[in-house]
C-alpha cells in the first residue's frame, strides 16, 4: 500500500529536481559545475569542492539553478557533489582579492555584451536614434 502511495505523490510532484551550482576556482574563469541539497548556497558564497588531483579546494558560486535530470547541464552519475561551505581562512583568501564580487559581476557582464550583439541592427537603430534623433 505505501509503495503505490508513493507513485501517486511522486507523480504528482512531477520530476524530480536536482540543485546544480557554477563554480569558479581561483584565478580560472572556466565554470565547473556541482550539485548539491543545501538550499542555503547562494551566488557569491564560497564552498569546498573536489577536485580529482588533491583535497578539496574552494571555489566562488557564479550560478545556482534547478534542473531535472533530462536538462542539466552534466549527467548525474558523473556530477560530484560539494562538501559544503568553505572555512573562514578560504572565503577570506577570495574577499581580500575582492574576487568574489567580482566573479559573479564579470559573468553577468559576460552575458549582457553576449544580448546586445544579439540584438545587433535594432540596437544600432536603438543608438542612433538616442544620439542623433530630433
Not at 41 to 61: E, F, L, N, T
Not at 122 to 132: K, N, Q, S, V, Y
Request: charged residues 30%; positive net charge; hydrophobic residues 35%.
Amino acid at each position: 500500500m505505501s509503495n503505490k502511495f508513493a507513485k501517486i505523490i511522486a507523480a504528482l510532484r512531477g520530476p524530480q529536481k536536482y540543485r546544480y551550482l557554477g563554480v569558479n576556482f581561483w584565478n580560472d574563469d572556466t565554470v565547473h559545475y556541482y550539485r548539491t541539497e543545501d538550499r542555503s548556497i547562494r551566488k557569491g558564497k564560497v564552498v569546498m569542492v573536489p577536485v580529482s588531483y588533491g583535497p578539496d579546494r574552494p571555489a566562488v558560486v557564479v550560478s545556482a539553478k534547478w534542473y531535472s535530470e533530462g536538462y542539466a547541464p552534466y549527467p548525474l552519475k558523473w556530477t560530484p557533489m560539494i562538501s559544503g561551505p568553505a572555512r573562514f581562512r578560504d572565503q577570506l583568501k577570495f574577499d581580500l582579492a575582492g574576487m568574489r564580487k567580482d566573479m559573479a559581476e564579470r559573468r553577468e557582464e559576460r552575458r549582457d555584451r553576449r544580448a546586445c550583439r544579439t540584438g545587433g541592427f535594432f540596437t544600432a537603430l536603438l543608438f542612433m536614434d538616442i544620439f542623433f534623433g530630433d
